[in-house]
C-alpha cells in the first residue's frame, strides 16, 4: 500500500542503515524523506580515488571512522554529526513518468534546498555548475548525490548545519576539490534547535518528494505551526520574501 507522507527522523542511524532502510521504503511504495544526522563517516563516490583521503586508514579507525563505499556519483565526502542528510524516497516513473529523470530530481531537489535554507535566512544561496551543491560567499553549504535504480532513487543531500561538522570536512579532498571552503547555517548566522526540527522546516520546500503533502499526513510533525516557525524569520532574506508571497498569492 502506498503511503505517500512519509517522513521519519532516523535517530542514531548510519549512512549505511539509513540507506539500508531507503531501500526497503522504496520498495513499500512510500514517497517521503528520511533524515539523520551522521556519525562520522567517509563515503566514497563511484569517481573516488585513494589520493581523496587525506589521512591514513589507522588514523581513521582510531577515530572510529567508517569508510563506506557506494555507487552514488561523485567523489569523496565527509559526514558526521552537525550535519544533516537526507534520503529522499520517490520512485522516478511516478514522479515524471520516466524512470531516467535522475538530473532533473537531483536539480530539483537542489532548488527546493535553496529556498529552504533562504527560508531561514541564508544570504546569497546559489548553485554552481562547475560544482554541484549549495553555495553562499563563505563556502560550500550542501550538497546533492543521487543514483536511480529501477526508478528508484538512493542517496540523497547533506547539508552543513553546525562548526562541529567542519574539522571533519579537512580529513578528505572534498568533492575531489583540494581546499574546499566549507561553511555552515551556523556560520551563516542561522540557529536550529535540533537536526529534527531542521529537517521538518526543509521538508515543505521539497515538493520534489511532495514535502507540502508529508507535512499534512505526517504523525511526526505538526503541519498547523510550519508556518508559524517560518514567517517570523523570512524578514531575513528578500529571496524568501518573494518566494513566500508567490505561495500565499497561488
Avoid at 582510531?62 to 552514488?72: A, E, V
Avoid at 531537489?109 to 548553485?127: D, K, M, P
Amino acid at each position: 500500500m502506498r503511503t505517500t507522507g512519509f517522513f521519519a527522523f532516523g535517530a542514531g542511524y548510519s549512512y549505511e542503515k539509513a540507506l539500508r532502510v531507503q531501500g526497503v521504503l522504496n520498495a513499500e511504495g512510500n514517497t517521503g524523506l528520511l533524515a539523520i544526522e551522521p556519525p562520522e563517516t567517509i563515503s566514497l563516490g563511484n569517481h573516488s580515488s585513494p589520493q581523496d583521503l587525506l589521512v591514513s586508514q589507522a588514523f581513521l579507525r582510531k577515530r572510529g571512522i567508517q569508510i563506506f563505499s557506494t555507487d552514488r556519483p561523485g567523489k569523496t565526502s565527509y559526514h558526521g554529526p552537525g550535519q544533516l542528510l537526507g534520503f529522499p524516497i520517490a520512485n522516478l516513473t511516478e514522479v515524471y513518468g520516466d524512470g531516467r529523470a535522475v538530473k532533473r530530481f537531483a536539480e530539483e531537489l537542489l532548488l527546493g534546498l535553496a529556498h529552504a535554507v533562504a527560508v531561514l535566512g541564508v544570504r546569497s544561496v546559489e548553485a554552481r555548475s562547475d560544482s554541484p551543491g549549495l553555495w553562499t560567499t563563505r563556502g560550500k553549504l550542501a550538497s546533492v548525490g543521487i543514483t536511480v535504480k529501477d526508478g528508484y532513487v538512493f542517496h540523497g543531500f547533506s547539508l552543513n548545519v553546525t562548526e562541529e561538522c567542519v574539522p571533519g570536512h579537512s580529513l578528505v579532498e572534498n568533492c575531489g576539490q583540494p581546499d574546499l571552503p566549507i561553511t555552515t547555517l551556523e556560520a551563516e548566522g542561522i540557529r536550529v534547535d535540533s537536526p529534527r526540527d531542521l529537517a521538518t522546516k526543509i521538508l515543505p520546500y521539497l515538493s520534489v518528494i511532495q514535502g507540502e503533502e508529508v507535512m499534512k499526513t505526517s504523525r511526526s510533525v505538526s503541519y498547523d505551526t510550519k508556518f508559524a516557525h517560518l514567517v517570523s524569520q523570512v524578514s531575513r532574506s528578500q529571496m524568501a520574501v518573494e518566494h513566500y508571497l508567490g505561495r500565499q498569492e497561488n
